[in-house]
């Protein structure tokens, strides 16, 4: 999620809008499609009722579609206690800009449930998806809106949510990503972002004239982006020294057996424990020495207030929005590289869409073809956003944006939208 406990005046929302203020100038977007531009389209919130246990519970659901200039509007749906209508914004308008940056012919929207999924039952998840997707349901549709997993959500929640707007409008596999195998859904969804996150640091050490191989990695959080980050880092031969979840965290420097810690995990459910290793608190995982710190649980993690502490040569952002423009102020002056999320995450929503290509054409890939495929979009991509900024002087950041913003402003001009 994206963490208010950040020190700056800005929502997430508004920290979005600044960084696309910045690329707006450098892509030539007038000001006044800016402010189109910059604004969701719908917002959608919906209350769910819960009777369990012999008690009547109450939560609150949102639905964000921000922009679909350049095809349908997709984005995850999270469930988690601090999921506000804020975030929700934010990472809509990060969606938007991430489809069109891998130039995958979506939009961008989010979702969100306020609610606690560690603490509830299967049977209370069921009845909470299946109240938010049928409530939701006559803005959703394989053209139109296709919703996908995202923090405390999964394949099996997906399927759910397949089957609640299946109920309604018939059997339509392509309405939502991220499914289980047996309901359509790809082979190599599941691994899709933290496998993207080490293509991309792999192509930014080749620019470097440098290798991942014995470089020093340290991960924030183990869920599914971060466990198959190091795992592919580690099988580029990487060395992950340290990792975290919400229980705790752990080091070895001559690096984590990443296969055995996976499968205790699976066991136990947290990395906290786990052998030949030493434990490390709290948020001090984001400021061990390494050459790749991979923030890939929250949001915002990274502040103008605790930047300086930093250790890493390079930040490549596993989660949404991790690092503040404050904070990304002090990594530049620190010498540290950031390689941004929407280019660095960019591999769950590029085979999202190969799932729903594969979804409308009842065809499905082999899981070759969707690595090959997954490889070519992103390394042409990094390859876009390097030039650009070598081109025009700017950071990678504003490349990604501005070459975002110039994508959509062409889509949304030539749909009649905008007439300037």
């Known amino acids: 999620m ?11 929302f508004e920290e979005v809008n600044q960084r696309l203020d910045e690329a707006g100038e450098i892509a030539g977007v007038p000001e006044e499609v800016m402010a189109l531009l910059k604004n969701p389209y719908r917002e959608i919130k919906v209350e769910i009722p819960l ?4 008690r009547l519970q109450h939560f609150v659901g949102y639905r964000i579609q921000h922009n679909a200039a350049r095809g349908p509007y997709k984005g995850g749906v999270r469930y988690h206690p601090h999921v506000d209508l804020e975030e929700v914004r934010a990472l809509a308008s990060l969606m938007t800009w991430k489809t069109a940056l891998v130039n995958i012919p979506f939009g961008g929207a989010k979702g969100g449930v306020a609610c606690d999924p560690l603490v509830m039952t299967d049977e209370e998840l069921y009845a909470i998806t299946n109240t938010f997707f049928t409530r939701i349901s006559m803005i959703l549709g394989p053209n139109r809106d296709v919703p996908a997993p995202d923090m405390g959500t999964n394949a099996g929640i997906m399927g759910w949510a397949m089957a609640a707007y299946g109920r309604i409008n018939g059997h339509a596999p392509a309405v939502v990503t991220g499914k289980p195998l047996e309901l359509g859904g790809s082979v190599g969804r599941e691994s899709a972002t933290g496998k993207g996150v080490v293509i991309i640091a792999s192509r930014w050490a080749e620019k470097k004239g440098l290798s991942l191989k014995g470089a020093k990695v340290v991960i924030q959080g183990f869920g599914n982006v971060g466990s198959f980050a190091a795992l592919n880092f580690a099988d580029q031969g990487a060395r992950v020294i340290a990792v975290n979840d919400v229980r705790g965290g752990i080091r070895n420097d001559k690096g984590l057996n990443i296969p055995a810690l996976m499968e205790y995990v699976r066991t136990t459910g947290s990395v906290a424990g786990f052998e030949e290793s030493d434990p ?9 020495p390494c050459d790749y710190l991979v923030p890939a649980a929250l949001g915002r993690v990274i502040t103008e207030e605790n930047a300086d502490r930093v250790r890493a040569s390079t930040v490549v952002e596993g989660a949404n929005h991790p690092v503040t423009p404050g904070g990304e102020d002090v990594l530049a002056r620190k010498g540290v590289e950031v390689i941004p999320d929407l280019i660095a995450n960019s591999g769950g929503v590029t085979v999202s869409y190969f799932e729903w290509v594969q979804n409308i054409q009842q065809f499905a890939w082999k899981e070759e073809r969707i690595d090959d495929e997954l490889h070519e979009i992103l390394q042409r991509s990094f390859t876009t956003v390097v030039d650009f900024a070598g081109e025009h002087q700017c950071s990678l950041r504003q490349a990604c944006f501005a070459l975002a913003l110039s994508r959509v402003y062409r889509a949304s001009k030539a749909r009649g939208y905008i007439r300037v």
């Open 51 to 54: 009777f369990s246990d012999g």
């Open 280 to 288: 490390v608190d709290g948020d001090e995982i984001l400021y061990q």
């Open 2 to 12: 994206i963490d208010d406990g950040s020190n700056s005046t800005l929502s997430a």
